[in-house]
């Protein structure tokens, strides 16, 4: 199989965010590492962690049949020489409804491999506090740890 | 004020629990690195930017006098020369209570400083699945994204 080469940290975040949005398994697992130690966080789950695993958790987010749009804001980036760690915000909106869902923060982090940069970690969790900041970015108060 | 310097990004990761177990601002913001780009992300929160606001939101954490105890489990690392990036589970117990909370899985990423290893992100989020992975590390089934 032709595998992409990425030749920066946002070539390989583009390429994840197109997978996820044409459910495209093949050209998922394209954008991460080959390597054991990856990991992935779906919002509200555990972690999951090496190639396998992390396909198989795409699998059976892609057999769901929905089809769901991204929109990033607020992209914030810490740039290493071989990993790259963006932090955004993806906010949701699933085919057939009107209404984006309530938005995510995602850390996605990227290594400098032989092969172009790769994914090897995501991190997601969805905002649930009120007023999560998008125009104002002003702290929202925070209680929990 | 001196300022602890932190020869591997485990140091910093031990002087991070530490802060945060003795609810010790100054101690929590000397493993921060002093950086506009840092970030953390509570659990169910938004994200925080900037040394400022980061500090802040550290400050009314502790203000709430909750004394946390941390247990950490399956960390998992991904080194590059100038970042690390860490996965680990936290278990924590608040004092008073016997049981501890369900987990929590965080992702911290450390930069090397001038001043030693420094963190620049702390990305936490609630386990809420059933079935968390502590022994059996067969993937649990995922529906959301």
Redesign the interface.
Known sequence: MKKALFASPQDAESAFYEA?TKADLDAMMAVWADDD?I?C?????????GVE?VR??WR??FA?GQT?RFQLR?S???Q????S?H?V?EH?TIAGETRPRGPM?A?N?Y?RTERGWRM??H???????P???TVD?S???????
């Open positions: 996820l130690d990991y966080v779906h919002p509200n789950g555990a972690r999951i962690s695993s198989e958790s059976k987010i769901s769901l607020e914030q980036t810490v290493g020489m071989m990993l760690v932090s915000y949701v923060i850390t982090v290594l090897v970690a991190h997601a969790s969805p905002v649930s506090e007023a999560a900041p970015d702290p929202p108060s925070h209680t929990l740890h």
